[in-house]
């Protein structure tokens, strides 16, 4: 998978469990992400997990519930 302009878009990498994603650090930004996701998974909910550290605080985990839509 690749990131480039806030969207993650790919159907394979190799370690399912890490995408690295670079976001500036402003202060009260918002971040959107979208994704392109392979039709044949079936998957159509779950939840997202994203790690931030920072080197004064140490690593906060977010865990999000998503929900998928295939549009053709």
């Known amino acids: 998978?690749?990131?480039?302009?806030?969207?993650?878009?790919?159907?394979?990498?190799?370690?399912?469990a890490e995408i690295?994603?670079?976001?500036?650090?402003?202060l009260d930004a918002l971040f959107t992400v979208t994704g392109m996701f392979e039709p044949g998974l079936d998957f159509d909910?779950?939840?997202?997990?994203?790690?931030?550290?920072?080197e004064n605080y140490g690593t906060i985990a977010v865990n999000m519930q998503i929900s998928i839509k295939f549009i053709d």
């Open 20 to 26: 690295e994603a670079v976001v500036g650090n402003n």
């Open 45 to 54: 909910q779950g939840n997202i997990a994203v790690s931030l550290y920072n």
């Open 1 to 16: 998978m690749d990131v480039t302009g806030g969207d993650i878009s790919g159907t394979t990498y190799p370690d399912y």
